[in-house]
């Protein structure tokens, strides 16, 4: 089974500053994705981006790029220059490649930009 | 990507009746997932909907309570049953447009209140 880890349940960054929002995760498979969506108070899920398990660069969108260290199982996202519009709730998740598959969440992590 | 629609996005329901929420999807899909969020919680799979079979679900959930309709590759419904508050949550749709993608995209959501 997989399993995602948040570990902060709520985060502040100043305005045009970046935050990293914390991931980590568990699987003894070797083939996964791993992913970022962004979830503002209206419920739509955003999907943000998205590493594969044998990705060899760190995933990169944007302003969102994600920190990928596959031995210490965490994959942490970074916004740089944080606008109002990022507060929201962020969740990580991950699901195994291959077919179609189920992806699992973590608890979320709510960040509030601060103007 | 792919374009999403729910309808209806929010509605309050009384207990003991049932709603049904669509999913519309703008491209051919061969597989449907439609996750629940209860307040404050993070996302959990109900089912998967695969056009021309029923709907798997996962542990906890069950086919009179959550009836799954698929009639083609565009087109969802998942029905909730007999609806108590506990059932207050955002429902979610998602699609994985292919077999060489992880990546999954939700729909807008739809917002469930049961008094």
């Known amino acids: 089974a997989q399993k995602i880890t948040q570990t902060q349940p709520g985060m502040f960054v100043q305005e045009k500053e970046a935050v990293t929002l914390d991931c980590t995760y568990d699987?003894?498979?070797?083939?996964?994705?791993l992913f970022w969506y962004k979830q503002p108070s209206s419920g739509e899920m955003i999907f943000l981006i998205y590493?594969?398990?044998?990705?060899?660069q760190n995933a990169t969108e944007g302003r969102y790029s994600l920190n990928f260290q596959k031995a210490r199982k965490s994959a942490n996202l970074v916004i740089s220059a944080s606008q109002l519009g990022d507060s929201a709730m962020y969740f990580c998740?991950?699901?195994?490649?291959?077919?179609?598959?189920?992806?699992?969440f973590g608890t979320g992590t709510k960040l509030q930009v601060i103007p | 990507s792919a374009v999403i629609s729910q309808k209806p996005s929010r509605d309050i329901c009384q207990r003991g009746t049932s709603l049904t929420i669509q999913c519309q999807v703008d491209?051919?899909?061969?597989?449907m997932f439609w996750y629940r969020q209860q307040p404050g919680q993070s996302l959990t799979l109900i089912a998967t909907?695969?056009?021309?079979?029923?709907?798997?679900?996962e542990s906890g959930f069950v086919i009179d309570k959550f009836p799954i309709s698929r009639p083609n590759l565009t087109f969802s419904t998942l029905t909730v049953s007999n609806m108590s508050p506990e059932d207050s949550s955002i429902y979610l749709c998602?699609?994985?447009?292919?077999?060489?993608?992880?990546?999954?995209?939700f729909g807008p959501g739809t917002r469930l209140t049961v008094l």
């Open positions: 998602s699609v994985q447009t292919g077999l060489l993608t992880d990546t999954q995209y």
């Open positions: 590493q594969g398990s044998y990705d060899q």
């Open positions: 909907a695969n056009q021309g079979s029923e709907a798997t679900y």
């Open positions: 491209s051919q899909v061969t597989m």
């Open positions: 699987t003894s498979d070797p083939s996964y994705g």
């Open positions: 998740a991950m699901s195994l490649s291959g077919g179609y598959q189920k992806v699992t």
